[in-house]
């Protein structure tokens, strides 16, 4: 992946970041960040979920 691809990736995660502050970091760091964004997107969505279900649960109880 080229490094504009991953600062797009990073700045769908999060937007507020500025592309010309991440053009700034070499393409390790840049890779290292998307991850730990990633993650934190996959178990903010995971608890999501698990709220949901609880409702659901005390919806059917």
Do not use: W
Request: hydrophobic share 40%.
């Amino acid at each position: 992946m080229s490094k504009r691809e991953t600062i797009d990736r990073i700045r769908r995660l999060n937007p507020t970041a500025q592309p010309e502050f991440l053009a700034t970091f070499d393409d390790a760091d840049l890779l290292a960040y998307l991850h730990q964004l990633q993650e934190l997107d996959r178990e903010r969505r995971e608890q999501e979920l698990e709220a949901r279900t609880d409702r659901l649960a005390l919806v059917g109880a």
